[in-house]
């Protein structure tokens, strides 16, 4: 069910227009209200993701209606034709997300792009690091506002459990003068785990000397921001910044992911495995490398066609995926031949494990359309590396794959 959006604006034809734009660009069903009485209805009903608001209503000409909305626990975003600098502030004060002037179809476009931001938003964890209750709380209401889930603690020791203990932080705001440790030595703590394209420290202090600032960006914060800041600055920091780290992951999973199923590329897993390798060193734990084969591919797509046959690869890297701990490695080396590592494991739980996944794809049927569905089966090669460099580990699984299918297919051969 669609996430809604209230509109409440006098100008029918404004209103219409703000409407159908966001209706074309995002997933949101839109009720518009053309006065405080009627967005009263509307709020009556229904909870919003966000709500717009004219500030000036013919029965709320003093800007009532956004009183009224954030009483009922809604966001807001104010919209008003007014840019006197001291009325903006004003409106500014109160726990709205934004203040957008009515100018023009420019002004919608940045309101549909500020609505997508905290649609993305949700998907984000900042943790707030700050001595001061009072700044950390501050903090705290906007972050929630705009809808980041926030974890706020006092100093940096606690920082850095937290950032142990949860993998789910994209974003950390720490201030500089902080007792224990300050914030300059927390950003260089958390730089020996976390390089800049996985996670983003913003610098918050009141210190006006720049020479601070530098050493921050040169520690590692991706920017600064001092205090006290205006909430329109600190949301655009934020946002950014958040953005900056998204860019950087697209380009990142673009580089490292199979195009069609998203699993690891044949180049990553190599790299991946290399480091893994390197880290464990020398009589480090034991893995099982498995070659993957979907049986009779090629009737498969000579039947179905090859927008099938790309479902079916899809489906099983699906299976693959989902029957794997996050600690192994799978990933798509072409076609349809997949490669599975499976970590600090032995012989037999690596064969368990196989031919759990063999008989799942055995039992599992593709539905094309109501009344057609397909079957296919896999055939498994498998190891468990010794002494060898990967690549001669992954060759002998190949080998037991060759075996696997020459003995009929559909079946695990480890060797």
């Known amino acids: 069910m669609s996430q809604r959006i209230l509109i409440v604006e ?20 839109v009720d518009v209200a053309y006065s405080l009485s009627e967005a009263k209805l509307f709020l009556k009903m229904y909870q919003y993701f966000i709500t717009l608001l004219d500030i000036n209503l013919p029965d709320a000409p003093n800007g009532e209606i956004v ?12 919209l008003s034709a007014n840019i006197d600098k001291d ?17 023009g179809v ?87 785990d976390h390089n800049k394209n996985e996670l983003a420290i913003l610098a918050v202090s009141s210190n006006k000397d720049n020479e601070v600032n530098a050493i921050f960006l040169k520690t590692g914060a991706n920017d600064f921001i001092t205090k006290p800041f205006s909430k329109e600055e600190f949301s655009c920091r934020i946002n950014n910044t958040i953005e900056a780290l998204e860019n950087i992951q697209i380009v990142t999973n673009h580089a490292n992911r199979d195009y069609l199923t998203g699993l690891y590329n044949r180049r990553f ?16 734990e034991k893995f099982a490398v498995a070659m993957i084969n979907i049986d009779h591919f090629k009737k498969i797509n000579d039947t179905y066609g090859h927008d099938i046959g790309d479902k079916i690869i899809i489906a099983l890297s699906e299976i693959l995926r989902s029957s794997t701990s996050h600690r192994d490695i799978v990933a798509r080396f072409g076609g349809e031949e997949f490669c599975m590592v499976l970590k600090n494991i032995n012989r037999y739980s690596a064969l368990d494990i196989l031919e759990r996944i063999r008989q799942e794809i055995e039992h599992f049927s593709y539905q094309i359309d109501k009344n057609n569905f397909i079957k296919f089966t896999i055939s498994i090669g498998a190891t468990l590396h010794e002494d060898e460099n990967l690549e001669d580990t992954i060759g002998n699984a190949d080998m037991m794959l060759y075996k696997a299918k020459n003995a009929g297919r559909n079946q695990v051969v480890f060797a």
């Not at 006098?10 to 949101?28: G, H, M, P, Q, V």
């Not at 009183?67 to 104010?78: E, F, P, T, W």
């Open 87 to 103: 009325f903006r502030q004003t409106v500014l004060k109160k726990n709205i997300i934004d203040y957008v002037n009515k100018g």
């Open 106 to 192: 420019n002004d919608i476009n940045y309101i549909i792009q500020t609505i997508n931001r905290l649609q993305k938003n949700q998907n984000h964890t900042v943790l707030v690091v700050d001595d001061s209750i009072v700044f950390r709380k501050q903090m705290q209401n906007l972050l929630d506002n705009m809808y980041f889930k926030v974890i706020s603690v006092a100093h940096g020791e606690e920082a850095l459990s937290i950032l142990n203990t949860h993998n789910d932080i994209n974003l950390v705001l720490t201030d500089y003068h902080m007792p224990v440790m300050d914030g300059l030595e927390l950003t260089y703590e958390i730089r020996k």
């Open 269 to 284: 897993f190599f790299e991946t495995m290399h480091e893994y390798q390197d880290e464990m060193g020398e009589g480090g």
């Open 67 to 78: 009183d009224y909305v954030l009483s009922k626990g809604n966001r807001a975003i104010v």
């Open 10 to 29: 006098d100008n029918k034809t404004l209103a219409k227009l703000i409407s159908k734009k966001i209706e074309t660009a995002l997933d949101f069903k």
